[in-house]
Each structure stands twice: as C-alpha cells, then as structure tokens.
Antibody, heavy 119, light 106 residues
Framework: EVQLVESGGGLVKPGGSLRLSCAASGFTFSSYDMNWVRQAPGKGLEWVSSIRADNSYIFYADSVKGRFTISRDNSENSLFLQMNNLRAEDTAVYYC????????????WGRGTLVTVSS | EIVMTQSPATLSVSPGERATLSCRASQSVTSNLAWYQQKPGQAPRLLIYGASTRATGIPARFSGSGSGTEFTLTISSLQSEDFAVYYCHQHNHWPLTFGQGTQVEI
C-alpha cells in the first residue's frame, strides 16, 4: 500500500526540541522530492520545508529557517524534521507530503502528527 | 512571496448545484497550481495539478482552469461528500504558498 506515516509529535515546552519522522512505503522513495506541511489548529495549510530526492536542494519557510532541519534516509525510506527552539506558534499538525514527479505539488499525504508547544 | 487569495471564504451550495471557487496569485505562477480538498480530521487530498489535470481517482465533476494569476475550481454537481475546505497551492516559486481556503457548506 502506498502510504506515509508520521510519528514523533507530542507536547514540548517553549525552547524545546522534537524530531519528527515519516515512514514511506509502496513507492520508490528515493525518486521523489519530499516535504513537510503544517496546519495550526483551525487554520490553513503552511508549507514548512522541502528536500530533493537526491538531497541536492533543501528549502525552508522563513518562519522556521535556522530552527528546523529537514533530512532523509533513502536507504530507510524515511523523512525527518528536527525542530529546535520551538515556539508556541509552531503548534500544529505536521504532515509529511510526497511531491509529484518533477513538480512540487503534493500527491500523497500522511495523516499527520500533532506538535503542541506549551509550558 | 507569492500571495494566493481564494474567494469566497465560504460558499453555501445545495446538493446537485454547481460550485465555482476562485484563486488569484499576486504574480504569475504559470500553470503550477494545485487544488486540494480537506475534510475535518483528515489530511488534504490532491484534486487537480497543473491547473487543470485531475489527480488519479478524482471524479470528473471536478475541473480546474486558468493560468498565470487567475484560477478556478469547478464542481459541476455537488455531492454530499464534496462538502469540505478547498485550498489552492502554487508551486512555481519559493516559498511554496497556499490560499487561505474556501469552505464549501450546505
């Protein structure tokens, strides 16, 4: 089955860190760009970060640049998001999303993992 | 940053009626525009990419049009399962950006 499964969310205090993981299955993970998209409670979608299939480019939203690090392990079919110095405004459901072939629309999404930043 | 503006914010439609959703980009995104559907408690689902190409498994009642800065998503005859929030998304320029969403309600 083609799917993405996120894990690693939870409750963390402001200034804390968390590492999200996304396990991919059912497709050739190493052939596709991958992304993180988040959604604050009751709000719209916000792109967070993208990483090319071969790691040749990485981009971040300004809101997370310098605090978040995206990475991938093509041998393990996994995507990661290391989140440091977390803020209350980072509270959101974080989705892992696969890009379409050669483009950056998102044709496969995971169910998401909730990150809550609160003291 | 390219700002994506969707209208209306909320669209009230009866089952069987046609729904027309708009998305405007603050500068040209050529045809690199996608539409997603999101139901409560679920992840978004890709409906349309390349402004007008239906994704795999998407019913023919969903259609997309436009290029440059003006885009439209049309649902020709609303079914009960179509009541949801719809987002447009430009993937022509970094940073990638989404519209704020249109809620389609009964």
């Amino acid at each position: 089955e083609v799917q993405l499964v996120e894990s690693g969310g939870g409750l963390v205090k402001p200034g804390g860190s968390l590492r999200l993981s996304c396990a991919a299955s059912g497709f050739t993970f190493s052939s596709y760009d991958m992304n993180w998209v988040r959604q604050a409670p009751g709000k719209g979608l916000e792109w967070v970060s993208s990483i090319r299939a071969d790691n040749s480019y990485i981009f971040y939203a300004d809101s997370v640049k310098g605090r978040f690090t995206i990475s991938r392990d093509n041998s393990e079919n996994s995507l990661f998001l290391q989140m440091n110095n977390l803020r209350a405004e980072d509270t959101a459901v974080y989705y892992c999303a696969k890009a379409g072939a050669g483009y950056l629309y998102f044709d496969l999404w995971g169910r998401g993992t909730l990150v809550t930043v609160s003291s | 940053e390219i700002v994506m503006t969707q209208s209306p914010a909320t669209l009230s439609v009866s089952p069987g009626e046609r729904a027309t959703l708009s998305c405007r980009a603050s500068q040209s995104v050529t045809s690199n525009l996608a539409w997603y559907q999101q139901k409560p408690g679920q992840a978004p689902r890709l409906l349309i990419y390349g402004a007008s190409t239906r994704a795999t498994g998407i019913p023919a009642r969903f259609s997309g049009s436009g290029s440059g800065t003006e885009f439209t998503l049309t649902i020709s005859s609303l079914q009960s399962e179509d009541f949801a929030v719809y987002y447009c998304h430009q993937h022509n320029h970094w940073p990638l950006t989404f519209g704020q969403g249109t809620q389609v309600e009964i």
